[in-house]
Structures are given as C-alpha cells and as structure tokens.
C-alpha cells in the first residue's frame, strides 16, 4: 500500500470513528436574552508586508436566562499600517453583544466580521451592535471565527455548558 493511500485511509477512519455530532442547545433568540461575551485572554501582536494586527484563541461564553455555555473561537484583527492596531500593555479583547442574528450566526459556526456589523463603545448603540470592552478600539477591523480547528469549521463549533457566575 502507497503512502498517500494509506494515509487517505487513516484520515477516512478517523472521519468515520468520530463520535456522533451533539445537537447544539438552541437559545430562544425571539425574546432578545440572548447574551454573548467574547473574550480573547492574551492576544498575539503578527505583521504580514504592510498588514498589522492582532490574532488570539478565546471563548465566546452565551447566556440565555439561566442557562450558559461556552464556545472556542478564533480572533483577527488589524488594518493596512497598523494605525488602529495596537496591544495595550496586553489587554485581553473583551466585546459583548445580545443581537439575535449575531447569536444565531456565532452558532451556526458563521464568522463575524466587523466591517459588516457595525463596532462601539457604547451600550445600547442599535446601529453598532457589538461593543468592544477591551484590547481594541472599535475602529480596528476583526473577524470573530468560532471553533478552534478544522474540525470546526467543517462540523461546526462545539458548545459546551458552562456556570454563569460571571456572565
């Protein structure tokens, strides 16, 4: 057996003795509960030619009434020249949102994307859902990517209960 045979054989039996996929808990998006708190604990600062951002591996934690989970995900952020980029003294990047259809993409393993949704720092904002916390400015582009792998991205990410003492 060649190696690019055996090797596609290994990958396949990997694929076929995952565990079954758990259905995610779906929140009540209807009554507007929701909450999420994205939280990105020690971002990394990466250049790229005339690109300058921020990359990190976080959690989004979602709230809804009395039950809590969490989630891994993914963090970038950055703009050409770095004008907005910046790491002070090594905050992590806080941002929360309550938006259903926020919450309802985070779930379905869709990415974020700031420039699409609108970034403040003010509560309450309807017109710029998402309000940033920490670790950036609301003038710093990112895209929120949940999951942590590939395995994510292919069978979406994987929700876990969590407590809601700090939700």
């Given at each position: 057996?060649?190696?690019?045979?055996?090797?596609?054989?290994?990958?396949?039996?990997?694929?076929?003795?995952?565990?079954?996929?758990?259905a995610?808990?779906?929140?009540?998006?209807?009554?507007?509960?929701?909450?999420?708190?994205?939280?990105?604990?020690?971002?990394?600062?990466?250049?790229l030619?005339?690109?300058?951002?921020?990359l990190?591996?976080?959690?989004?934690?979602i709230?809804?009434?009395d039950?809590?989970?969490?989630m891994?995900?993914?963090?970038v952020?950055?703009?050409?020249?770095?004008?907005?980029?910046?790491?002070?003294?090594?905050?992590?990047?806080?941002?929360?949102?309550?938006d259903?259809?926020?919450?309802?993409?985070?779930?379905?393993?869709?990415?974020?994307?700031?420039?699409?949704?609108?970034?403040?720092?003010?509560?309450?904002?309807?017109?710029?859902?998402?309000?940033?916390?920490s670790?950036?400015s609301?003038?710093?582009?990112?895209?929120?990517?949940?999951?942590?792998?590939?395995g994510?991205?292919?069978?979406?990410?994987?929700?876990?209960?969590?407590?809601c003492?700090?939700?």
């Amino acid at each position: 057996m060649t190696r690019k045979r055996l090797l596609l054989s290994l990958i396949a039996l990997g694929l076929l003795g995952t565990a079954p996929l758990q259905a995610l808990p779906q929140p009540d998006l209807n009554n507007g509960t929701t909450h999420v708190r994205i939280e990105v604990p020690k971002p990394k600062q990466a250049n790229l030619l005339q690109l300058r951002g921020i990359l990190g591996a976080g959690w989004a934690y979602i709230r809804e009434d009395d039950d809590c989970y969490k989630m891994r995900l993914r963090l970038v952020a950055g703009d050409f020249g770095g004008k907005w980029v910046g790491i002070a003294g090594r905050k992590p990047i806080i941002m929360e949102f309550s938006d259903p259809l926020l919450v309802r993409a985070l779930l379905s393993g869709d990415d974020i994307v700031s420039d699409v949704t609108g970034v403040s720092t003010r509560s309450g904002y309807s017109q710029n859902p998402i309000r940033v916390l920490s670790g950036i400015s609301p003038e710093t582009g990112f895209i929120i990517n949940p999951g942590r792998h590939l395995g994510a991205d292919m069978f979406g990410p994987k929700l876990r209960e969590t407590r809601c003492e700090n939700l």
